[in-house]
């Protein structure tokens, strides 16, 4: 019987063929002046500009999924998109080094409240923005497109 050769394994700079799927939202409120404000917060291990955003919440539906990652994230809550406001793609690089392209699909939640306690409190910077503004923040440049291009 031949010797089995173990499968090659992937190199750490190079990304998983099949993107896989992550939900965001995209939370805006009315500043004082009546103008769309949009919330940033700052990612856990790079303290870059990102919007809330995670994986899949088994038995919650996409748009469910991205209000929960918000909550968690950055302590909002509101009426969230049923449909996706668009998209963006970014890798992200895995615990095991390797890169994972990830496709972002973004549903717009309107802030009706902000909680003093969530889960993340303290792990986080927040803040608001104009549409502007938080494009030229992030890093990725479909989500700088969407946020600059923003209108509830």
């Known amino acids: 019987m031949p ?3 173990a ?3 992937p190199s750490s700079h ?6 896989r799927a ?10 004082a002046t009546g103008g769309v404000e949009i919330l ?4 856990r291990e790079t303290r870059r500009w990102v919007i809330p955003k995670g994986w899949p919440i088994k038995g919650k539906s996409s748009a469910k999924s991205a209000a929960q990652e918000a909550f968690e994230e950055a302590g909002v809550q509101g009426k969230i998109s049923k449909r996706p406001v668009g998209s963006y793609a970014y890798d992200k690089r895995l615990k095991n080094g390797r890169l994972q392209h ?7 939640l309107y802030v ?9 409190l303290g792990q986080r910077e927040k803040l608001w923005l104009p549409p502007p503004e938080a494009a ?3 890093d990725e440049p479909e989500l700088m497109v969407l946020l600059a291009t923003f209108k509830p």
């Open 22 to 31: 992550q939900f965001a939202a995209l939370p805006w409120r009315r500043g």
């Open 40 to 43: 940033l917060i700052t990612s």
């Open 102 to 108: 990830v496709r972002v699909a973004v549903f717009a």
């Open 112 to 120: 009706e409240t902000e909680a003093e306690a969530y889960l993340e």
């Open 7 to 9: 499968a090659e394994k």
């Open 14 to 19: 190079e990304p998983d063929r099949e993107p």
């Open 3 to 5: 010797k089995r050769h």
């Open 136 to 138: 030229r923040r992030v």
